[in-house]
């Protein structure tokens, strides 16, 4: 009879799973659907805002829709794809990005016809696994809807143009995201392995450690839990960034390549308020057009929200990884001085849409008005990068 209980229960957790995927499947359909298909109408009603590189055309002049995924940094992933890692010390080189997204869509583009083709289904199949672990994570901590509408909020993002993109966000922030929510879950093995590819996808995967291990000091520092071995698997995270070096090691013969090459990148080491005091400072304040300066004091002003947000959180007590996350995760790129992609970058601070979907309860007229001013820049950045108009 136990048996029998224990399968019945088993069956009913695996149904339950195939539920909140096949809502994540429907909600990634119903969202980006809706904006692919303004992407498509928009590019035919808007001329080109930029020259397109010959190498983001990589379905030929003849699909703008499908090359429209594949800008700016994109080019790079691709390099690292076709041909490896290069380090060129008086230049930028491609070893600034980390492996695991073109490596992926290589050894998967024998299966799917193509790098190309795998890099677009990696991205949208890791899109919707953010969603389905975004919503559980949301669900586990503080219910069903603030779950929900923390993904909508994302999917509404102004940058969430880049989950559809040949860039990191998604898979990033579907592992970043899964890692966590096994955490809070206390599966430490299996939290460390899904951490340890985060950190092959970008630099954010240190933060993601370093949040999740102060949760942990702090939870048995406080004694809620106890210490055991299968904690010791957090320790898998920060390898991504050692298999990493590796990786370099045995393809430029440089470990520390990543580091050095930041420098033409227009990064240097900076307190953090630095730029954001130039930013403001700086800003024509008319709003004449001028993207790039724009731009920066959009970059500076989701920067310092997101730093508003962590201290709200800490300050009233969330969970330590979550608030650590984004406060860590917004520090890391500030100290290198340059704000480029910055409002990219929070994209992937997803418990900073956990607080936002719990301070929005109660509040419709907000929570209308947010959204409209999220979708209003969406609308805005998502053409203006598949018109090769913006340095994502």
């Known amino acids: 009879m136990a048996n029998d209980c224990a399968a019945q229960s088993g069956s009913e957790s695996r149904r339950e799973l195939l ?55 994109s ?6 794809a076709e041909r490896g890692y290069s380090f060129h010390p008086d230049s930028t080189s491609s070893v600034a990005f980390y492996p695991l997204l073109p490596y992926l869509s ?4 024998r299966i799917f016809g193509g790098t190309p ?21 949301g669900s586990l901590l503080f219910g069903p809807v603030v779950g929900q509408r923390s993904v909508l909020l994302l999917l509404v993002f102004p940058t969430s143009l880049f989950l559809s993109a040949f860039y990191t966000e998604s898979l990033f922030t579907c592992l970043a995201a ?7 879950r206390r599966s430490y093995l299996l939290c460390g392995a899904l951490g340890f590819l985060a950190g092959l996808t970008r630099a954010t995967g240190l933060v993601l450690f370093a949040a999740l291990a102060l949760d942990l000091c702090w939870r048995l520092y406080r004694r809620e839990d106890q210490v055991h071995w299968r904690m010791l698997g957090l320790a898998l995270i920060p390898l991504g960034l050692g298999a990493f070096m590796w990786i370099l090691q045995y393809q430029v013969g440089d470990p520390l390549a990543f580091s050095k090459t930041q420098a033409h990148w227009n990064r240097h080491a900076s307190w953090p308020w630095q730029p954001l005091l130039d930013a403001f400072a700086g800003t024509d304040y008319t709003f004449q057009p001028n993207f790039s300066r724009t731009q920066r004091f959009i970059d500076a002003a989701h920067a310092l929200a997101f730093l508003i947000v962590a201290g709200i959180m800490a300050f009233t007590r969330e969970r330590v990884a979550l608030w650590a ?20 970058y929070m994209l992937g601070l997803f418990p900073a849409f956990f607080a936002f979907a719990k301070w929005l309860e109660g509040h419709a007229e907000l929570e209308r008005w947010l959204f409209f001013s999220f979708a209003f ?11 090769c108009g913006w340095a994502g």
């Not at 003849?62 to 594949?70: D, K, L």
């Not at 083709?117 to 994570?137: C, E, H, K, P, T």
Request: aromatic content about 20%; proline content about 2%.
């Open 19 to 73: 539920r909140l995927l096949g809502r994540a499947l429907v909600t990634f359909l119903l969202w980006r659907g809706s904006l692919y298909l303004f992407d498509l109408i928009g590019l035919s009603l808007i001329p080109n805002l930029g020259k397109c590189r010959d190498n983001w055309q990589v379905f030929g002049q003849a699909h703008p829709f499908w090359n429209g995924f594949f800008r700016w940094d």
């Open 75 to 80: 080019g790079w992933y691709l390099a690292i």
């Open 106 to 109: 290589r050894y998967l583009g």
């Open 117 to 137: 083709i795998a890099a677009l289904v990696i991205a949208n199949v890791a899109a919707v696994g953010a969603i389905f672990y975004l919503r559980r994570l």
């Open 178 to 184: 899964a890692s966590m929510f096994h955490y809070f």
């Open 325 to 344: 996350f984004v406060l860590l995760g917004v520090l890391l790129p500030l100290t290198t001085y340059n704000l480029g992609s910055m409002n990219r």
């Open 377 to 387: 820049f969406l609308a805005i950045y998502s053409l203006r990068f598949m018109q």
